[in-house]
């Protein structure tokens, strides 16, 4: 019995839902496997066309999706998704990072639609619409907080989390309403291990005349894919990265930084113990291993300790 890679539901002998595939296009019976094997895959992203158009750690190409070929095509301009193949050097991140964008979407974090396709050598790689293209290659203004704060690739790390408030404060339509979904969004993070959230990693984007959030993105626990992680936190919080305390967190950064009222920090943390028992339930069904799923549950575990 097969799991469909895009929502998760038994699917038969079938690789993908009926559901799954309509998500991608009404129309759609089959979802042909991509034309290349992981390493080509990374070899790609490698090239300098793909690489100057989406940059980062992780091996990522631009890519369409065509209702016609019923498959992914990876392009060099105009693409309306992401697609990141297998690493070479961390393992399951596509796996990782589809169940932890999954997992944020029960916590009520708005994600873009994403999910898991296999490749020909039978690889999993990770596909995300982009939230910042609609129409024919038409794109909303967006910029990222390295880009609103004179920040480089090379110091997207040499910032605080208190500073990132007085950008939300400077450039957010309605600032405390981003100010609260930007708490929801760290308390996640640090709950499901994600210690690489720089400053290219949160956005903001305009549309309807308004400046908000973009949607999350790159949400994984990045903590379990690394060996032994030194940090908690990308930015530093109270002057560390590290050893956090619910008290950093909730009295400290929720109420006296981004001014946040106690009941929306109590809603918050309500929220979060709320979807522990579903998050379990991701992880048992996801893709990753047996190993990194151990990995994980311990994690979330132990986070969800010091609250």
Same mark, same amino acid.
């Given at each position: 019995? #097969? ?9 038969? +002998? ?24 992981? +390493?080509?895959?990374?070899? !790609?992203? %490698? ?15 631009? &890519?369409?999706?065509?209702?016609? #070929? ?8 105009? &693409? ?16 990782? +990072? ?9 916590? &009520? ?27 024919? #290659? ?19 790390? #040499? ?10 404060? !400077? ?8 100010? %609260? !979904? ?23 984007i305009t549309k309807s005349g308004q400046v908000r959030l973009t949607p999350g993105y790159d949400l994984l626990n990045s903590s379990m894919a690394i060996k032994n992680p030194q940090e908690e936190m990308a930015l530093t919080l109270k002057g560390k990265k590290s050893n956090f305390k619910s008290s950093d967190l909730i009295d400290y950064f929720g109420k006296e930084r981004l001014h946040l009222s106690d009941k929306v920090i ?42």
């Amino acid at each position: 019995m #097969n799991r469909c890679l895009i929502t998760y539901e038994t699917c038969g +002998e079938n690789l993908y839902s009926e559901a799954g595939l309509r998500m991608l296009s009404p129309y759609l019976k089959t979802l042909h496997s991509l034309p290349f094997s992981a +390493e080509e895959l990374r070899l !790609e992203a %490698a090239s300098g066309i793909i690489k100057s158009a989406i940059q980062g750690v992780q091996p990522k190409l631009s &890519g369409t999706f065509s209702n016609r #070929n019923q498959q992914f095509q990876i392009v060099h301009q105009h &693409g309306n998704f992401i697609i990141k193949p297998q690493s070479d050097i961390f393992p399951e991140l596509p796996e990782n +990072e589809d169940l932890t964008m999954r997992m944020a979407k029960s916590f &009520g974090i708005n994600v873009p639609l994403h999910g898991l396709v296999y490749g020909k050598d039978n690889s999993k790689s990770y596909f995300i619409k982009r939230f910042d293209r609609y129409g024919k #290659n038409k794109k909303y203004a967006t910029e990222d907080f390295a880009q609103l704060t004179g920040s480089s690739r090379d110091t997207k790390y #040499n910032f605080t989390m208190e500073k990132v408030v007085k950008v939300i404060d !400077e450039y957010c339509t309605f600032p405390s309403v981003e100010k %609260a !979904e930007f708490f929801k969004r760290i308390i996640f993070c640090f709950i499901t291990g994600n210690e690489d959230m720089h400053l290219k990693n949160f956005s903001l984007i305009t549309k309807s005349g308004q400046v908000r959030l973009t949607p999350g993105y790159d949400l994984l626990n990045s903590s379990m894919a690394i060996k032994n992680p030194q940090e908690e936190m990308a930015l530093t919080l109270k002057g560390k990265k590290s050893n956090f305390k619910s008290s950093d967190l909730i009295d400290y950064f929720g109420k006296e930084r981004l001014h946040l009222s106690d009941k929306v920090i109590d809603f918050t943390i309500r929220k979060m113990f709320g979807s522990t028992q579903k998050w379990n339930e991701l992880i048992e069904i996801s893709f990753l291993s047996s190993d990194m799923k151990e990995k994980y549950i311990r994690l979330l575990t132990e986070r969800l300790s010091r609250f």
